[in-house]
Structure formats: C-alpha cells, structure tokens
C-alpha cells in the first residue's frame, strides 16, 4: 500500500514520503538492526582481507614498483599493463591455463557424470565407492602432486617406467598433460558430488515411464536426465572452471613453471616472489581478476547458471 | 526397481565399474605409500611395491624441526582459522536464513565473489600489506586471510543447514515457559549443531590444504604450514634424493585426512552438496 502511494506521489514534496519510509514496525527495525549486526563481523573481515587489497593492488599496479629498487617507486599509469599485454610470456600463460583449464574441466564433467552414475545406480558397494571418491577430493593436493612427480621420473617412477622410461615433466605439452591428469584426478569426486545431488533430484517415475515407452537408456540420460540436471551442471561446472583457472598447485610441484608449463597464477607469483616486482605482479593479478570476472559473467549471463544471490552456488 | 531385475550381466558390469573407480582413485595414494617405505637405494627402482620396507623415512622427518614444526602450525592454524571463521560465518548464516534485512543478497553475493577470487590476485598486496603491519611470516598472517576465505564457504553451507531447521520448536519452547537462551541452547543449538560440525569440516580440510598463501607469506618454520614444508625437506645427505622423506610428509599429511573424511564422509557429502542443490 505504502509504496503505492509514495509512487504516486512521486512528484510532490520529497518531505511525506521521506518521513513515512523510516516508519517501519518496531520490530522489522529491530529485525534489520539485528541482520547487520550479525553479519558485520563477517563483512569486516571480507572487506580487509579481499576488498581492501584488490583496491591496493589496483593502486600498485599503476606504479613503477621494483622491491630490489625501492628509491625508484614512480606512478607510470597503464604502462605496467602495457609491458604484460606486450610480453609473449603472458599470452603463452594465458594460452596454458586455458588449455588446462578447458581440458581439465570437459573431461572432470565426463568422467564426473559416469562417476555420479555408478554411484547412483551401482547395485551393491554404493558406500565403498563413495568412500574410495572422497580420498582424492580429501588429499592435499600438494601431496598428491609429490606422488605423480615421483611417478613420471625416469628411473624412480613406475608410470614412467610404464611407457619406455620417458621424461613427460620436459617437455611443454607432455609435461601440460600430466598437470590435467593431476588435476582431473584430484578433482573429478568433487564434481561426481555435485552431480550426484543433482541425479538425485531426477525423479525415477519419469525414467520409468519413458522406459515403458521404449526410450534407450542412452535416449533417457539425453531427454530426461540432462534437461533435468542442467541447473547442477551448469553450477558445478562454473565452480571447477574457476578453481582450473587459477591452478597453481600442481603446477609449482610438477615443473614449476619450467619449459613452458606456465600458468597465469604462476606467472604472477614469479613476477612477484622471484623478480620482486611487485607493479607487473600486480598488474597480471588485476588481469587475472578480469578474467575471472568475464568467465562468471559468461556463464550467469550467457549459459544462465543459477544466479548467485540465489544461494545455489559454493565452492 | 534395478534390485528385481538383476541379471549375473548386470552384475558383472557394475561389479567392474565399481573396481576401476577404487582403483583409480587409490592407485595414487598406494604408490606415496609404497615410495615412503622404500630404503634411499630402492628408491631409484620403479617398481610399484618396495623390495625392501622401511621406516626409515618417517623416523627422518618426524625428528626433525624442518617438518614437525610445520605440522604443528598447520593444526593450530587450521584449528583457530576454522573456530572463528564458523562462529561469523553462523552469525551472518543465521541472519541470512532467518532475518529480514535490507543489503542480505549483497552479503551473498559478496561472498560468492570471494569465494571465486582468484588467490594469486590477493598474494602480491596481502604480501606488501602484511609486511607493513608486521603480520608476514607469524600465525595471524595467515590466519586472517583463511578466516576471510572460509566465510563464504561458511556462510553458503551453514545457511542451507539453518533453512532446514523447524524454528516454530523455538516459540513452541518459549510458550512452555523456556527463556530465549534456554530455548536457544536446549531447543535449537542441538539442531544446528551437525550443520556447524559439517561445515568446521570443510572450512578445516580446506586450510589444510591451502598452499599458495601458506607459501607467499611465510619464510621460516614459524608459520610456515605442512604442504608448504615438503619442498624445504632435504636427504638424510647431501648426496641423498629426499624422495623418500617427502613422501612419508605426504603420507602423514594425507592419512589422517583421508581417515577423518571417511570418518565423517556422510557429513561431507551433505555439507558439499546443501549448498548446490537447495535453493
């Protein structure tokens, strides 16, 4: 009613409208005083550790700013922005986590699916199967990494033994598809999970009418159940796209970064950690950023994933 | 309905399906396993199951400073990290969940962005920040950040867990002539409760686990956490691989994670799940 009239009376005095909104029920103030309250201590630390600092890293990123040359600190605009978007380094990293990323993520949903299904639909050992799923997703993945190192050395590991004693880790796109098996191999229980909950919400009475009417299993996991899940998928999809995209992990362990294995995060981290510079480090974290930033855009927007304030989505 | 039909085919077939997803998934770890009991001398062999066993390996890292130590954060850290970042994350949960209030969906998607916050674009100004302010290379260094870092998660599952509490119990209790803090303690905290279990759990494996930070922003055994320390541990000599002390660190930074989640693996599952698939 209120905000009838206040629409109506858009175009009288600012005064009556303005003094009737604060007129909310004693408790509905109390209520939304309570809300903030509670959620301020939450927001404050948020808003230090990742609001404030992103601001920082802007303001970094607009200067000349060596940690080896601390008297030359100068604001140079968007020439660090510049130097990174002129250097074949930050392409390439770009091109190499994409690549990851892309391949990672397509195959992890697959094998995700076929996972979410034995585990759905497995006649005996359901628990077995869902213990054995969380080890990978369990195991830090630092640890893991260590294990798959060990294991494509020449002469220490038994997959590399398995293939003729080859040296995978030296070479770029051998040593990139060691990095996806590492990634895909930590990561597929995750989204096996994530899809399992989504399976479960596919209601059995329709895969049994379509099977009556003499639909393929292939024809009932393409009409009913995929139509079905794509909420899920497009949510657990968006979650393991953005966690690929800023590998760093498996990377740092398996090659660190060497003949050609960079990703982004890692180029980042050795402009900041090795070459102490910290205006390119924060230039490439604010590109980054963007990227992530048109990735989830992408799929709100374009793919029309569950929108976020929808409470649908964590990580 | 599959339970009626069974054919020794179908058997069959998911009996195989079941043994390549154990496998797969325990091949890995086996071979961390099998490389940590290995002598300095059989390391250089390939073979998947050690000529020779040894323990070795764990008496190296366990008696000494370069890896207990890190161990010794990692728990503490991971502990404090978890306690507070629950407690606001229940705070702002239950707002969240229960209270009407202008600014609740900036809130959440605030935290969906951090929780999608690529950590490298946080590294270089937290590294500058935290050696202004003194916290580089102590425990509130890295603390602070995984508390920031463990609210959305927080606040996403515990928010799932609370919609699905029967809040009339509460009136219901009040009625009967229970104070608000009774009604709060004896009523809903029992309810909560397994929600909060289930998410200090993820928040818990997930600052385990964290090895960018922990990595950018110590330099000393300090506060430098457990998956960090792997790549400081060195042979018995100078002339030894440290493979297989590395190896028994992954094996003692991984088994008791592996026995705590299947442990709990039922909550996990829930908790990782209530957030995606309840709107």
Redesign the interface.
Known sequence: MSTHTETVAAGAPAEAPARRKPQLSEG?RA??R???L??A???I??L???G???V??IW?SLQRYNLELPNQVKFIGLANYGAVLRSPYWWHALWVTVLITVVSVAVTLVLGML?AL?MH?????RG?????????????????S???Y??WTP????L??MFNNSAPLTSTYKAIAVIILAEI?KTT??MG??L???LS?VP?DLQ?AAKVDGATAWQRFWRITVPLMKP?IL??VL?RT?DS??I??NI??LTQGNNGTES??IL??DN??KALN?GI??AI??L??I??VII?AVFIKGFGT?A???????? | ???VT?TPR??IG??T??VV??A???I??L??VS?SFKTPAA??D???IPAQWTWSNYHEILSTATFTRPLFNSIGIGLIATFISVV??S??A???AR???????L???????????????????????ERALGLFNTWPGLI??Y???G???G???L??FFREIPWELEKAAKVDGATPFQAFVRVIAPLAAPGMVTTSILVF?AC??E??MA??FTSTTAART???S??YISGSSQFTVP?GP??AA??V??IP??I???FF?RR??AG??S???K?
């Open positions: 509905a209520e939304r309570l809300g903030w509670l959620c201590p939450a927001v630390v948020m230090a550790v990742a404030y600092p992103i920082y890293a970094l996972l034995v639909r497995t006649l005996f050992g077995t199967i869902r213990t054995a799923a969380l080890i990978p997703y369990g195991i830090v993945t630092v640890a893991a260590y294990g798959w060990y294991a002469g220490q590991g038994y590399s033994a191999w229980p995750f999970l994530l399992l909950a989504g919400l059995e049994k899920a949510v657990a979650f953005l995209f800023r760093f992990d740092f362990i982004v995060s980042a981290w900041l950690f910290l480090g924060a974290s604010i980054i950023f990227c992530v989830a569950a976020p304030g929808a409470d649908t989505g964590r990580r | 309905m599959a339970a069974t179908q058997k998911w009996g399906a079941n997803v154990v797969l998934a325990l890995p770890v071979w961390m490389l390391v250089l390939p073979s998947f606001l994350a705070m702002a239950y707002a969240v209270l009407r209030f202008p600014g609740k969906s809130l959440i998607g605030m935290s969906l962005l951090i929780a999608m916050f690529p950590i490298i674009a946080l590294v270089t100004p937290l590294f500058s920040i602070i950040p508390v920031a870092f609210l959305p998660l606040i996403y599952t928010s799932a494996l385990w686990n090895f960018l990595i950018s457990a998956p960090a792997l790549a493979t590395i190896a992954a094996v930074i991984t994670i592996i705590f989640v299947l693996q996990i599952v990782l799940t957030g995606a698939v709107g």
